[in-house]
Structure formats: C-alpha cells, structure tokens
C-alpha cells in the first residue's frame, strides 16, 4: 500500500463551485498533515496545515481530517480559474520533519 | 517572509559531469531537504540534514551525495551524471521541532543530462 495516495484527476469543475480532493494515508500515527499547491512549472506552496480532526478554514479553503479513516480532504469553495494547479497532499513522517507527498491532484477550473 | 533559493533554474549538462546544486535558505532552519519531481512519481526525496554536517538518506539517495557545511546552505552532488537523473530539482527548508513545522520550497532547478 502506498504511503500517501491522491487520485490523480485531473478533477473539473466550472467556476464558482466547490472542489473536493481527497488523500488517503497509511501510517496510522502520523500526526502532521500538510496540503500545497504547485502551478505547472513552479514550486509547491504550502496553503494549509491540519493537525486535529475536524474541519479547518482558511477563507475557501478548507481542510479536512479523519484520523480513524486515515483520510484528509480539501475543500475550497468558490472555485476559481486561478485554483487550477495540481494538489499535493502531504504527511509527517517520524520526527525529523520528513515529508511524504501524494503524487498530487490535478483541479481544472472551467470558466 | 521565508526565501529559499537555488542556484540555478535551468542546467543542462553531459553525461558523466559532476554536477553541483546549491540550496540557500535565510530563515535559519534547521532542517533541509532534497528532492526529484519527475511526471507520474511525484515528489521523491533523495537525502535531508537536521544539522550541519549531518545528513540522511532519503527514499532514492543512489547516484547522488550531499554536503552541509553550513546551515543555511545545502548542496546536492551528481558525482558522474546519467541521463536518468534528468529531472526538476526541488530544495526545501524547514524549522526544527513541535508540530508547526513545514516545508518551504525553493524555485526548483530543471536539469538535462545529454
């Protein structure tokens, strides 16, 4: 079982409504979850850090976590043709500050 | 604002070359971290250091070796460059400890081995 796994899309959705992206995980002790944003040919970018489960907003954006599920989601309202990017989803591993990514969601935002 | 910088965006080299990849960051963190990002295998962590002078193996370490001998500075090392390590190049940067700690990412360096 892979460690961090994303669909890979890429998801469509017209402007103006709410993208989903969903990661699951498979280290049940993990505790650091991490989601970024990377636009075709830069950086990944950090736009949201959860830690506790339940809901966390950050104005559309908001991140979502289920410890029991081992799943995290992101959700971010009003969607916009500036959110097309592809989302990584990112764990915690150990306690040196190593990361595992997801492979990453590819959003298309039709205008 | 945190600034991590690489110090080349683009790089094409031939096969065989040593080759040299330079991480600066300015927000004093204590950990750094190299990574490849290649189409359908995402993000791959090749080696990380928690301290100068201290380094580890990442998920795909072979080919490469890193050298740290100051903190805000990381550097990857091609010893003899193959076409399979063609790739983007990502330097990342982190602080030590507590739960809060993320990774802030440089602007990647692109390179192509012939």
């Known amino acids: 079982q892979k460690e961090v796994e994303q669909n890979s899309g890429p998801l469509s959705v017209p402007e103006g409504a709410i993208a989903s992206l969903n990661c699951t995980y498979s280290?049940?002790?993990?505790?650091?979850f991490f989601w970024y944003r990377q636009y075709s040919g830069k950086s990944p970018e950090l736009i949201m850090s959860?830690?506790?489960?339940g809901d966390k907003e950050d104005g559309r954006f908001t991140a979502q976590l289920n410890k029991a599920s081992q799943y995290v989601s992101l959700l971010i309202r009003d969607s916009q043709p500036s959110d097309s990017a592809t989302y990584l989803c990112?764990?915690?591993?150990?306690?040196?500050?190593?990361?595992?990514f997801g492979k990453g969601t590819k959003l298309s935002v039709k205008p | 604002d945190v600034k991590v910088t690489q110090s080349s965006r683009y790089l094409v080299k031939r096969t065989g070359e040593k080759v040299f990849l330079e991480c600066v960051q300015d927000m004093d963190h204590e950990n750094m971290f190299w990574y490849r990002q290649d189409p359908g295998l995402g993000l791959r962590l090749i080696y990380f250091s928690y301290d100068v002078k201290m380094k580890e193996k990442g998920d795909i370490p072979e080919g490469y070796s890193v050298s740290r001998e100051k903190k805000e500075r990381f550097s990857l090392i091609l010893e003899s460059a193959s076409t399979n390590q063609t790739s983007m190049y990502l330097c990342?940067?982190?602080?030590?400890?507590?739960?809060?700690?993320?990774?802030?990412f440089g602007p990647g360096t692109r390179l192509l081995v012939l």
């Open positions: 990342a940067s982190s602080p030590l400890g507590g739960r809060q700690e993320t990774q802030y």
């Open positions: 959860i830690y506790s489960n």
């Open positions: 990112a764990v915690k591993r150990g306690s040196q500050g190593n990361l595992i």
């Open positions: 280290d049940r002790v993990s505790q650091s």
